[in-house]
């Protein structure tokens, strides 16, 4: 039941305050990347009663791999109160290969992006909203052994090491094999290089 990211919520289904959230979300933190860069991997954390916070990972037009964090000064949520938000921004840079390998991991579990028979969906927990190249899912809440969990742990040492201002390589590795076990394709990514 866990193996999968779930679609993002539409527009036309969910509810205003909702869609309203994600906006102001999206608005205030999602970070500034080269529009013409090769490819970005963008990550939304919003737990419940902490603050919110958005990842990118950006490949440049030159094949630099950086990573920029944006933290909320505070709780985004409730949208009821008037509050200003401003952004607490780091980055850190990441290795061409380690890079490769992290955008690799993103569009194959993105590739796997489906409907549920049950939605998994709760009102407090943690929702993740992952997005590259056109693809986008979430999850919320998901089981640490689940591949939608360990996307998330991923997703929370790459922020947590963005902020840091220095990527945890050997960490960052060992969840990576973790993939390479159970997310379909990646076996065939060597090298920065995809086999098709």
């Not at 922020?159 to 960052?172: F, L, P, Q, S, W």
């Amino acid at each position: 039941m866990f193996d999968h990211l779930e679609p993002n919520d539409s527009p036309i289904e969910s509810l205003p305050i909702l869609n309203a959230y994600l906006h102001t979300v999206a608005a205030t933190l999602k970070p500034k990347v080269d529009r013409k860069a090769k490819a970005v991997v963008t990550i939304a954390c919003l737990p419940s009663f902490e603050v919110e916070w958005m990842l990118a990972l950006e490949c440049s037009r030159s094949g630099h791999y950086t990573s920029y964090a944006c933290t909320a000064d505070r709780e985004i949520w409730p949208l009821e109160e008037a509050k200003t938000i401003t952004p607490i921004k780091h980055e850190s840079p990441v290795s061409a290969e380690l890079g490769f390998m992290l955008h690799e991991i993103y569009r194959l579990a993105l590739l796997g992006t489906r409907h549920s028979y049950s939605p998994n969906i709760g009102l407090d927990g943690v929702t993740y909203h992952f997005a590259y190249d056109h693809m986008s899912g979430k999850t919320w809440s998901p089981p640490e052994n689940s591949l939608p969990g360990k996307l998330c742990a991923l997703s929370n040492d790459l922020y947590n090491d963005t902020v840091a201002g220095r990527i945890n390589e050997r960490r960052v590795c060992r969840i990576i094999r973790w993939f390479r076990g159970n997310l379909p394709g990646l076996n065939d990514v060597r090298g920065g290089r995809t086999k098709r």
